[in-house]
């Protein structure tokens, strides 16, 4: 493989890499500031939040079997979707009852202060009296936090233990990523190094462009001096073979002369 295919290569890998990066930053951005805002502050855009997970207790753990579920472990710094519970009471009647064991939901509970939780659903009931009992755990049983179990009751009216909505999906790469861009570093570094990598790339092209222009200048004056150069030496020859063509033999006169006078004295 020669090096201008590897440097071309190497130049489009640059490109997606950086296209790619500034995408993630210019969706952070449209979060922040198109999306509507839970209570706790999450981005919330077309019914759908975007959590990062920051505990271990929906992690793998060999004493949980989740194989049959559409949700498996959920590992830290993972993002979650989150299909938000409707406001209306019969489309969140509705969306109760569609639950099934093994749901994952994220909700608020309160501890000694209100805090938000993604766990698994392990019971669901519903009551006489209208509404629903659902009891969560988390997974790993390993952590502090997977062996506490949460009950929330669906009837009690603006209750402080309640849930926000279903996960639906999870993305562990995005979720690092949008960690990171949430710290005070990943914050600058989102906005000056994208900076930076543009502004280094359009003074890469134009030195590039200088350098052709300036070697594209010098190849022609290169050029015209040897064109010049050529003339010179044509026109050099041209006068030499003029000079050839019109010069006289000065021997002959003087035989002529010489035999004139060798005459005369003869007489």
């Known amino acids: ?7 071309r290569i190497g130049n489009i890998v640059l490109n997606v890499l950086l296209y790619i990066f500034l995408a993630i930053c210019i969706f952070s951005v449209f ?10 502050g999450a981005a919330e855009i077309f019914g759908y939040q975007m959590r990062v997970v920051t505990s271990d207790s929906m992690a793998a ?4 079997d989740v194989s049959g579920f ?14 938000v519970m409707p406001d209306d009471p019969a489309e969140a009647d509705a969306f109760y009852r569609n639950l099934e064991l093994g749901d994952v939901l994220t909700f608020r509970y309160v501890y000694t202060t209100q805090v938000t939780i993604t766990h698994r659903i392990t019971a669901i009931t ?35 233990n309640y849930v926000i909505g279903k996960v639906t999906g999870q993305a562990y790469l995005l979720g690092v990523i949008m960690s990171f861009l949430m710290t005070p570093v990943g914050i600058v570094l989102a906005i000056i190094v994208p900076c930076f990598i543009i502004i ?10 200088l350098t052709a222009d300036k070697k594209k200048r010098e190849q022609e004056e290169k050029e015209k001096k040897e064109n010049e150069l050529e003339e010179l030496r ?3 020859a041209e006068l030499e073979k003029g000079n050839e063509d019109h010069s006289v033999p000065e021997t ?11 005459e005369a004295d003869a007489e």
């Open 200 to 209: 280094l790339l359009e003074v890469v092209k134009i030195v590039k462009i």
């Open 1 to 7: 493989m020669d090096k201008a295919r590897v440097k």
């Open 31 to 40: 979060l922040t500031i198109f999306s509507k805002k839970d209570s706790d």
């Open 126 to 160: 519903e009551k006489d009296t209208g509404g629903f009992i659902i009891e969560l755990a988390g997974d790993n049983k390993n952590s502090e936090d997977g062996q506490l179990i949460q009950v929330i009751d669906t009837s009690i009216p603006n209750n402080t």
């Open 234 to 236: 044509r026109k050099l």
């Open 70 to 83: 559409e949700i498996k472990d959920i590992p830290v710094r993972s993002m979650v979707f989150v299909k």
């Open 61 to 64: 753990c060999e004493h949980t």
């Open 252 to 262: 002959e006169p003087q035989i002529e002369c010489n035999e004139e006078n060798e």
